[in-house]
């Protein structure tokens, strides 16, 4: 098999393979770093790689392969399913030696001292962790253009954003440079990039996973999920992840699922999981600002549902117009308290000037980019004792009544279908001046997280040449109910097209003349 095969695979695929014998670990390892070498100057989507710790895992990965193998056949199913796997972790999630920048020059030369519990975990499973994605500064935008670093750009098309704040982790999916990442959602910064690339995405249940070790943004929000091509590898993922963790207080002791086990390989079995269902189409999530073929894409899907069995109930949250502003008074409330530690003295940047508070302020004043800095002044201000009873109480009595229209929508129905963003993946440069253009990214995600439920993107065809994606929302704790949707919907449109379509692209991201993310074509390389 060709290098650009092996990156073609899913990640169930490679682990397939992998135990079959047709390739190895140290193979499959260096046929991504190979492509992410030739195609990310273009894409931007990676802030580091770590190649001999790569390399490292993966002739682990061969060296447990081949114990298994002299086992026997029972020794080879034992194995994680992972084993071997290359994946990509956004920049916020804190490893033992690694940096982590959190997409922050106030974060620049911060090496982790110990591992997040999800990576402890993956690494724990066998995957092979590449290294770093590229975000929106602490996961603070929707379009990975607030990264410190310079954006990433959508494989689609190269002068638009991948979405964010996970447009790294999306990107690099959609690209083949990775078959799984992981992201955080504090407000859609799973979904909404996962749909602008064109891959899937879940973010969990508030509590599913834990949060030890993850650069904190607005910790009542803020979930940690797995990025992938197809809602099965996102299963995959997901298992090694979730699960109460002592040292995450909010991660919760309710028992993880099978969820791989619960998703049919045959797409007969996968699409009869349909019948009988009930699922509600929120008609508040079709209102202005969206895109006539992002509705389009996303009306196909549910009609394509119920012809294959299920049944569409029309349900409304009526609270869903306040949702923009409760999560802009809750997300800078937290963020500005969460943020308080860059202080010039305990992490990463420090301008080293003056008394400890001239340093504090010089640290802060050049360490932090403007739109972190309008969060902190909006959640500092949200938090003030004159204004705390009329800005964060209003702010959390109206999160309780969001929840509340959920709660009720799911005495009726099963889950929940809707677009995931308002429109498909927007020019670079299109939304940076205009923070609340860019806020309204994510209007049709940031109420599952106010709602602390679990959601998921998976694509659902393109409009104007560039990926929809299709959310599925469920009640709390369902992960495998809405990935059980997720998989039947695959199942059913499996010939669809458009499925067999790459990012338009890729072939751009091949020529090394392609200027980095957002430069004019022509930049000296
Ligand atoms: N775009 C939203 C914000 O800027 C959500 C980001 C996220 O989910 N991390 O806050």
Redesign the pocket.
């Known amino acids: 098999m060709t290098d650009r095969r092996l990156t073609r695979l899913l990640a169930r695929e490679m682990a397939h393979g992998l135990r079959a014998g047709e390739f190895s670990a140290r193979e499959l390892v260096e046929a991504h770093l190979d492509l992410v070498h030739a195609t990310d100057r273009g894409l931007h989507a990676w802030l580091f790689l770590d190649e001999e710790a790569a390399r490292a895992a993966a002739d682990l990965a061969d060296a447990r392969l081949a114990d298994a193998r002299r086992e026997g056949s029972a020794a080879l199913d034992a194995l994680p399913l992972l084993l071997g796997v290359p994946l990509g972790l956004k920049d916020l999630v804190v490893t033992r030696g690694q940096t982590s920048t959190a997409g922050s020059r106030i974060l620049e030369g911060f090496v982790g001292p110990f591992d997040a519990t999800i990576a402890a975990r993956i690494r724990e499973a066998g995957a092979v962790v590449l290294g770093k994605t590229n975000m929106?500064e602490f996961?603070?935008?929707?379009s990975t253009e607030?990264s410190a670093w310079g954006p990433t750009a959508n494989p689609w098309n190269l002068g638009r954003v991948p979405g964010?704040?996970?447009g790294g982790s999306a990107a690099a999916v959609a690209a083949y440079q990775v078959p799984l990442a992981i992201g955080?959602?504090?407000?859609?910064?799973?979904r909404?990039p996962a749909a602008l690339c064109g891959v899937a995405g879940i973010k969990p249940t508030y509590g599913r996973v834990s949060r030890y070790g993850i650069v904190a943004?607005?910790s009542s929000?803020?979930q940690v999920g797995p990025l992938a091509r197809d809602a099965r590898d996102l299963a995959a993922l997901l298992q090694v992840i979730a699960g109460r963790d002592v040292r995450d207080s909010t991660s919760s002791p309710v028992p993880v699922p099978d969820y791989l086990a619960s998703l049919p390989e045959g797409d007969d079995e996968a699409a009869a999981a349909l019948r009988g269902l009930r699922l509600g189409l929120p008609r508040e999530y079709f209102g202005a600002g969206m895109e006539p073929g992002v509705e389009a894409r996303v009306r196909e899907a549910a009609a394509a549902l119920e012809s294959a069995g299920a049944e569409i109930v029309d349900v409304s949250l009526p609270h869903t117009e306040y949702g923009l502003a409760t999560?802009?008074l809750i997300?800078p409330a937290e963020a500005s308290a969460n943020l308080a530690r860059y202080d010039g003295i305990r992490f990463g940047h420090s301008s080293r000037q003056g008394d400890v508070l001239a340093n504090y302020l010089a640290t802060r004043g050049t360490g932090f980019g403007p739109?972190v800095k309008r969060?902190i002044v909006l959640g500092t201000y949200a938090l003030s004792a004159g204004y705390y009873d009329a800005y964060y109480v209003k702010a959390q009595k109206a999160r309780t009544l969001i929840k509340a229209d959920f709660d009720a929508a799911f005495e009726r129905v099963d889950a929940l279908v809707a677009p995931t963003s308002p429109t498909v993946a927007f020019p670079l440069g299109a939304r940076t001046q205009d923070p609340v253009a860019?806020?309204l990214?994510?209007t049709c995600?940031?109420p599952v997280?106010v709602a602390g439920l679990p959601g998921l993107s998976v694509p659902c065809g393109l409009s104007d040449g560039l990926p929809v994606g299709l959310q599925i929302i469920g009640p709390a704790w369902d992960e495998a109910g809405i990935l059980r949707i997720a998989r039947a919907y695959e199942a059913i449109t499996a010939d669809a097209g458009w499925r067999r379509l790459d990012p338009a692209d890729l072939p751009a991201l091949d020529d090394p003349k392609t200027p980095a993310p957002g430069l004019p074509a022509g930049t000296a390389v």
């Open positions: 929106d996961a603070m935008g929707s607030h964010g704040s996970s955080t959602d504090t407000g859609g910064s799973i909404q943004f607005a929000l803020d999560y802009y997300a739109e969060r860019m806020y990214s994510d995600t940031l997280n």
